[in-house]
């Protein structure tokens, strides 16, 4: 009997929830849908939404990617008022094979699933690349990270929380940028902040501040859809010099940043961009700003510069490492952890 897997990548406004079963090593995808959360309660109010739509056999394995640190098999969201436990949901799903894993755990297992084609490159080499851990920032609502650890034969998945350490601004500019987010925050800053959509809003208000007034199309296009989508449209564009500014500096504080998870990691087998942010700014992004950030790193930017950069298009990497991770486990019965490597 072929085997279901469900997978579910939460994300802080939307969800990719889909259904897999396994061919020998590949996965096959069946019905899959992109979901608003303010449609649903919950997290098991969603599964069961879904799941309604095909009862005709039960899942063998679940695994679920969260935007939230997991413990004990427990996350509490960071961006989103939900929560998930896997051992409620095994008991929903009347399957004992159930995973929450950190969202950016589940990106990162998923970029060694896409093809070459899934990327865009923002860094060449001169040199191949070198074999040794990858780096993975997610960029959408919040700011993901995690590292992709080579062991010899494969690589393993190791979430984080990094992206809430604190922003270290490099010029006065960054600097005044810091004080202006201290100010609406009240206290810590993190990478986060600045890097992610929101705080693309919140840079192009600080630019607005010692610039020209706001011209009103473009306040009714900030009051009226996604803010940040609103400031990269206008940038690329051409259509207003603060949005212009303002992704601008954006794609350089993300390549710092970038940058900063390359080196923690020693990340010299890659750093791969995901999201649903970036594939909006790619020619911000392919512009030079992002790698100015990134090699930015004084006596280590001989280094960086060694380092392949590249951005996925494919905002679904995160739902079929899900799906990875959920066929191991009904293969297993453990969860597992290697893949050949990224782009492969």
Known sequence: MTQRFLAADIGATKTLIGIFHADRDSLVAGESLRIDNADHAGLAAML?????????????AACIAFPGPVMNGRAVGTNIAWSADSAELSASLDTPHVRVVNDLEAAARGMLL???????????????????NAAVLSVGTGLGEALLYWDGQGYRAIASEGSHADFAPQSDLEIALLRHMRGRLGGHVSWERVAAGPGL??????????????????ARDLASRDPAAAVSEA???????????????????LGAEA?????????????????????QILPVLQGGAFMAGFVDKGRFA?????IPVKVALDVGAGL????????EMAATGTP???GSGPGS
């Open 48 to 60: 069961d939404s879904f799941l309604a739509r095909s009862p005709a056999a039960p899942v063998d």
């Open 114 to 132: 896409l093809p070459d084609t899934a990327f865009v490159q923002l860094n060449v080499p001169a040199a191949p690349a070198a074999t040794g």
């Open 201 to 218: 809003v919140e840079i192009y208000r600080f630019l607005r501040l010692d610039a020209a007034p706001e011209p009103h199309w473009l």
């Open 235 to 253: 940038a690329l564009q051409g259509r207003d010099p603060v949005c212009r500014d303002a992704v601008a500096l954006f794609a350089r504080l």
């Open 259 to 279: 940058g900063n998870l390359a080196l923690k990691g020693l990340a010299v087998g890659g750093v791969y961009v995901c999201g649903g942010v970036p594939p």
């Open 302 to 306: 001989p280094l960086l510069r060694e």
């Open 320 to 327: 079929l490492g899900a799906a990875r991770i959920a066929a």
């Open 336 to 338: 597992g952890g290697c």
